[in-house]
Every structure is written in structure tokens, then in C-alpha cells.
């Protein structure tokens, strides 16, 4: 491809030689390679210059005929007037050249804006508009605004298959696991026995829980999940939530903790929401504490802010993964669960106008300190 075809197929002009491949995103009812399309925008510089000059040599017939005789007088007062009317003309020329060239290259940009669209219509997200090196400062604008958007629609694609493909990993486990039994006892292999049965149900509750958490995140990142908010009592819901895990922390020997000052108000939330934060937070502690630890949740007031933190005495995390905890199936090789529940934890926060961090030092354990608004979002 010669420098001009490459220039020209990247400004969406007349495309790509003949030789070249059919690129994946192209149409499969469409021949390839393509036609040159028709560029409308690229003629309005010469229609307007064409315009411009009929309508200044009309202005320049009426003026000459209405100083006529001003100009047929001579002396010095009609010698500064032609000269006037000389200046006149080059500055009128020059204006009528430079509006041109200005209103040819907002079109010819305005064309490639035609072409790189139908390349994003078509599927190719990687389609960028050749940002001008000079111009209008709207069609810059323009071009900014429409790069930015095509890049945001590459990156909505790319997370929409990352998401589809963890989606299908996690549910190929629980459906095999099911299949697999089913099948057994079809055949004989197994009896329909409570052990049987009960490991079909258990992973029938897994993918519950799946489709569930999977409902939850996608309601929270729309900003549709309904909050039921109602004034609660934090000192109240730490200790259920603990007494809740304590049996599970007990079997592995670790101690939960739980402490709220007594400062804290009563928070305007949904309680049932933020038990489930928290629940979510002091599941992945019990799972990344090893025997003898323990599991602290603390709540204070800061301000107008209260401060949730969940604090365990745990493996950590990797310094790798901890700018990415609360992404959706973020979590490293050797961690159980779905990848799920702090990226819950963080929609179910923002959603009350709070804010979720993350503090680990491996080997050191890790700090989870949620923030929400006392009197609600702000």
C-alpha cells in the first residue's frame, strides 16, 4: 500500500487496494474491496468561494455604477477612492480564498466523519477520525467529541466479551457438576440417594447465587436497583452481621469483632443493602484468613460521613490485584467465590453516595473502609 492509499483508506477516501484482505468487520453483504463513496462535503469550499466571488462582482458592478462619477472626476478625491476601492477588492479576495479553504477542509473532515461512522455501524470500534491540524474550532471539537465516543464504544465491547466469557466460565462448573450427577443416576451409576441429590442441589444454589449476584451488579451499574431506605441503626446491624459469620469464622478458627462507637447517628440506608456489603466483606476475610486470625468491623463517625472498616488478619493482597479488587471477577488464582462480591459491595455503596477503598500489605491482612452520607447521597 503506498503512502497516499494508506492516507487516504485512513481518512476513509478511496479506500484500500484491491490486494488487500477483507477485514473482519466488515459486512458480509457488502463486496470488498469498497467503492470510493461520494464526498458532498468536499465541493462546498469551491461552491461557496463560486458564490462568494458572483455575488462580491454584483456588489462591485452596483458600487462602480453608483460612484461612477465620482471615479470619472479624477483629481486626488477619486485617486483615494480607487485605490479604496482597489484594497477593497484584494481584501474581499483574499477572504473569499481563505473562507474557501476553511469551509473545504471542515468538509473534507466532515467526510471522513461520514465514512469512519459506517466503519463503527459496521463493527469495527477501532475506527478513529484524523484529529486536523487545522481548522475551525468546532470541527476540532467535533472531531474530539466523536473520537472520545468511539473509543468508549471499543472499550463497552471489549468488557461486554470479557464479561460474557467469565460469565461462561463460572457457570460451566455448577452445569457440569449437575449434568454429570443427573446423568449418573439415570443410568445407574449412582443411586438417587440424599448424597447424590444433595451435591445437585448444592450447585444448583451456586448458580442461584450466580445469576442473582450477576442481577445485583448489573442493577446497581444501571442505577436502577431501589433502595428501601429507612433510618438504621449501625451498631445494630455490625453485631447481626457478625453473629452471623461467627459460626462460620468459628469452624476455622477465626474471631470476629465488632465495635461502633457510640457517636455514630442513625444512618439514612437500606439496611438490607449495606448487610450485604458487609456480609460480602467479611466473607472474603474469612476465606483469606488462616486459623488463629481475626476479623475486626469498626464504625465511626467522620464528620458528615460515617466510616465502615472491615479488618482482617489475613494473607493480603497481591500488589498486582489491588488496584483492581472491586472490578467484576477480579481475584487471583487461589480465591474461592465468583469474582463478584466487591464489585457488588462498591454498586451497592456508590449507590447510597458513598465511597469503598482498599489497604493490603501481603502477609499483613486488609483494611475495607466504606464511607456513606449520614443524612443520604450527596
Same mark, same amino acid.
Given at each position: /500500500?503506498?503512502?497516499?492509499?494508506?492516507?487516504?483508506?485512513?481518512?476513509?477516501?478511496?479506500?484500500?487496494?484491491?490486494?488487500?484482505?477483507?477485514?473482519?468487520?466488515?459486512?458480509?453483504?457488502?463486496?470488498?474491496?469498497?467503492?470510493?463513496?461520494?464526498?458532498?462535503?468536499?465541493?462546498?469550499?469551491?461552491?461557496?468561494?463560486?458564490?462568494?466571488?458572483?455575488?462580491?462582482?454584483?456588489?462591485?458592478?452596483?458600487?462602480?455604477?453608483?460612484?461612477?462619477?465620482?471615479?470619472?472626476?479624477?483629481?486626488?478625491?477619486?485617486?483615494?477612492?480607487?485605490?479604496?476601492?482597489?484594497?477593497?477588492?484584494?481584501?474581499?479576495?483574499? /477572504?473569499?480564498?481563505?473562507?474557501?479553504?476553511?469551509?473545504?477542509?471542515?468538509?473534507?473532515?466532515?467526510?471522513?466523519?461520514?465514512?469512519?461512522?459506517?466503519?463503527?455501524?459496521?463493527?469495527?470500534?477501532?475506527?478513529?477520525?484524523?484529529?486536523?491540524?487545522?481548522?475551525?474550532?468546532?470541527?476540532?471539537?467535533?472531531?474530539?467529541?466523536?473520537?472520545? /465516543?468511539?473509543?468508549?464504544?471499543?472499550?463497552?465491547?471489549?468488557?461486554?466479551?470479557?464479561?460474557?466469557?467469565?460469565?461462561?466460565?463460572?457457570?460451566?462448573?455448577?452445569?457440569?457438576?449437575?449434568?454429570? @450427577?443427573?446423568?449418573?443416576?439415570?443410568?445407574?451409576?449412582?443411586?438417587?440417594?440424599?448424597?447424590?441429590?444433595?451435591?445437585?442441589?448444592?450447585?444448583?444454589?451456586?448458580?442461584?447465587?450466580?445469576?442473582?449476584?450477576?442481577?445485583?451488579?448489573?442493577?446497581?451499574?444501571?442505577?436502577?436497583?431501589?433502595?428501601?431506605?429507612?433510618?438504621?441503626?449501625?451498631?445494630?446491624?455490625?453485631?447481626?452481621?457478625?453473629?452471623?459469620?461467627?459460626?462460620?469464622?468459628?469452624?476455622?478458627?477465626?474471631?470476629?469483632?465488632?465495635?461502633?462507637?457510640?457517636?455514630?447517628?442513625?444512618?439514612?440506608?437500606?439496611?438490607?443493602?449495606?448487610?450485604?456489603?458487609?456480609? @460480602?466483606?467479611?466473607? @472474603?476475610?474469612?476465606?483469606?484468613?488462616?486459623?488463629?486470625?481475626?476479623?475486626?468491623?469498626?464504625?465511626?463517625?467522620?464528620?458528615?460521613?460515617?466510616?465502615?472498616?472491615?479488618?482482617?488478619?489475613?494473607?493480603?493482597?497481591?500488589?498486582?490485584?489491588?488496584?483492581?479488587?472491586?472490578?467484576?471477577?477480579?481475584?487471583?488464582?487461589?480465591?474461592?467465590?465468583?469474582?463478584?462480591?466487591?464489585?457488588?459491595?462498591?454498586?451497592?455503596?456508590?449507590?447510597?453516595?458513598?465511597?469503598?477503598?482498599?489497604?493490603?500489605?501481603?502477609?499483613?491482612?486488609?483494611?475495607?473502609?466504606?464511607?456513606?452520607?449520614?443524612?443520604?447521597?450527596?
Amino acid at each position: /500500500m503506498t503512502r497516499r492509499q494508506r492516507r487516504d483508506w485512513q481518512g476513509g477516501g478511496w479506500g484500500p487496494p484491491r490486494t488487500s484482505p477483507r477485514p473482519p468487520w466488515w459486512p458480509e453483504d457488502e463486496s470488498w474491496p469498497p467503492f470510493r463513496r461520494r464526498r458532498p462535503w468536499r465541493g462546498f469550499g469551491c461552491l461557496f468561494g463560486f458564490l462568494f466571488l458572483i455575488g462580491f462582482i454584483g456588489l462591485a458592478s452596483l458600487a462602480t455604477h453608483l460612484v461612477g462619477g465620482i471615479l470619472d472626476a479624477g483629481g486626488p478625491f477619486g485617486a483615494f477612492v480607487r485605490i479604496v476601492a482597489i484594497g477593497v477588492a484584494v481584501a474581499v479576495v483574499f /477572504m473569499v480564498v481563505t473562507t474557501a479553504r476553511t469551509v473545504g477542509r471542515s468538509g473534507a473532515v466532515l467526510d471522513e466523519l461520514v465514512d469512519v461512522a459506517s466503519r463503527l455501524e459496521a463493527g469495527d470500534y477501532t475506527a478513529r477520525i484524523r484529529q486536523p491540524v487545522r481548522g475551525p474550532r468546532p470541527v476540532r471539537d467535533l472531531v474530539r467529541a466523536f473520537d472520545t /465516543m468511539a473509543a468508549r464504544l471499543e472499550t463497552d465491547e471489549a468488557q461486554r466479551r470479557s464479561l460474557l466469557a467469565d460469565v461462561t466460565h463460572e457457570l460451566r462448573t455448577p452445569l457440569a457438576v449437575v449434568q454429570g @450427577n443427573v446423568e449418573a443416576i439415570i443410568d445407574g451409576v449412582h443411586p438417587a440417594d440424599e448424597t447424590h441429590l444433595s451435591a445437585i442441589l448444592d450447585e444448583t444454589r451456586v448458580l442461584t447465587r450466580l445469576v442473582e449476584d450477576l442481577r445485583t451488579l448489573a442493577l446497581s451499574e444501571a442505577g436502577s436497583l431501589s433502595l428501601h431506605r429507612e433510618p438504621t441503626d449501625l451498631a445494630i446491624l455490625v453485631t447481626d452481621v457478625a453473629t452471623a459469620f461467627e459460626a462460620a469464622a468459628g469452624a476455622t478458627g477465626i474471631t470476629i469483632e465488632a465495635d461502633v462507637d457510640d457517636s455514630v447517628p442513625l444512618l439514612d440506608s437500606d439496611p438490607v443493602r449495606i448487610r450485604e456489603v458487609l456480609g @460480602n466483606l467479611v466473607g @472474603n476475610a474469612i476465606r483469606h484468613t488462616p486459623a488463629g486470625g481475626s476479623i475486626r468491623i469498626s464504625g465511626r463517625l467522620d464528620g458528615p460521613w460515617v466510616e465502615l472498616v472491615v479488618a482482617d488478619t489475613g494473607s493480603g493482597i497481591e500488589p498486582e490485584l489491588l488496584d483492581h479488587v472491586f472490578e467484576r471477577f477480579s481475584r487471583s488464582a487461589s480465591t474461592g467465590g465468583t469474582g463478584l462480591g466487591l464489585a457488588i459491595a462498591r454498586g451497592l455503596v456508590e449507590l447510597h453516595g458513598g465511597t469503598i477503598a482498599a489497604t493490603s500489605q501481603p502477609g499483613a491482612g486488609t483494611r475495607i473502609e466504606v464511607r456513606l452520607p449520614v443524612g443520604g447521597p450527596r
